[in-house]
């Protein structure tokens, strides 16, 4: 399959997304945080091991950055793909992969340009990567991807929690307040180390080092998934540990950990 370059498929919006993404690439582990990693409950890799006689299916990691799912995939699908408009992210993830990358079909490209996949997907994951900024392009996205899958298949995202951003508000605020600060202080303390100047909450976007990403609530996972024709869209949780990529977290063991979304949904 081809390859097509990102400066001739783009939009110029998404073109600088795919560069920014890409200039990140090279120290995206120092920036991000693998989903993989130990201590991470996800329903992920268990439902992956469910699904029966994996080498007769095709499976594509959609948005596959760097590639920490890769080496789950390679060996027991019978055909992986893996696409991310990002070159900078797919010569990562080769790299990473080694002798097994020939094993991989790399795609360099944008998800919606999925239309040579039509009905050849049994499986579809998206890990943190249906993040496009504008809405329209997630819609038309998930559309692409439904229409790229088999009737029988099934997709399973993870969606970056904007509800788990206002839980951490909440616990800081409450912390700050029992620790005797005034309302206005215990406000700018749960923003600061919230990270709020990071974020638009009204419409769930992240944005840091040029790159602009959107947080997902669950009412609209539902919402989106249900627009673009999946049915039985089921939602669960991604749970992570409490560890200090969560400011304060010394202090919050004892609460019900931080979230992503995880959704499973048929075409
Ligand atoms: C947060 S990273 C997640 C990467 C990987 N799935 C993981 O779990 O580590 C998001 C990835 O999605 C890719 N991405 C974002 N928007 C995309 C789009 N419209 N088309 C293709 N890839 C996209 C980015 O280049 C990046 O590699």
Do not use: C, N
């Given at each position: 399959m081809s390859e097509l370059p990102i400066n001739k498929v783009l939009p110029p919006a998404d073109r600088d997304q795919g560069r920014a993404w890409s200039r990140q690439a090279a120290r995206y582990g120092d920036l991000f945080l693998d989903p993989f990693r130990p201590g991470v409950e996800s329903p992920l890799l268990p439902a992956l091991?469910?699904?029966?006689?994996?080498?007769?299916?095709?499976?594509?990691?959609?948005g596959c950055g760097i590639g920490p799912l890769l080496p789950d995939l390679v060996g027991k699908f019978g055909?992986?793909?893996?696409?991310?408009?990002?070159?900078?992210?797919?010569?990562?993830?080769?790299?990473r992969l080694g002798k097994e990358a020939a094993k991989v079909e790399f795609l360099a490209r944008p998800m919606f340009e999925l239309d040579d996949l039509a009905g050849q997907l049994d499986v579809?994951?998206?890990v943190n990567s249906i993040v496009m900024p504008d809405v329209r392009d997630i819609d038309r996205t998930l559309s692409a991807i439904r229409a790229a899958m088999k009737p029988d298949g099934v997709f399973y995202a993870v969606l970056p929690a904007m509800d788990a951003i206002h839980y951490h508000t909440m616990i800081l605020h409450d912390q700050a307040l029992d620790r005797g600060l005034e309302p206005e202080e215990a406000?700018?303390?749960?923003?600061?180390?919230?990270?709020?100047?990071?974020?638009?909450?009204?419409?769930?976007?992240?944005?840091?080092?040029g790159l602009r990403q959107k947080f997902w609530q669950p009412f609209e996972a539902r919402h989106r998934f249900a627009k673009a024709g999946f049915r039985e869209v089921e939602?669960?949780?991604?749970?992570?540990?409490?560890?200090?990529s969560i400011a304060g977290f010394q202090d919050f063991t004892h609460?019900?950990?931080?979230?992503?979304?995880?959704?499973k949904a048929r075409p």
């Open positions: 091991a469910d699904l029966p006689r994996p080498e007769t299916l095709t499976v594509a990691d959609l055909r992986v793909i893996a696409v991310d408009f990002a070159p900078g992210m797919i010569a990562k993830a080769k790299k579809a994951i998206a406000e700018r303390h749960a923003a600061f180390h919230a990270e709020h100047h990071f974020y638009d909450f009204a419409l769930g976007r992240f944005g840091f080092l939602l669960s949780q991604v749970l992570y540990p409490w560890d200090d609460l019900p950990k931080s979230w992503d979304w995880f959704v």
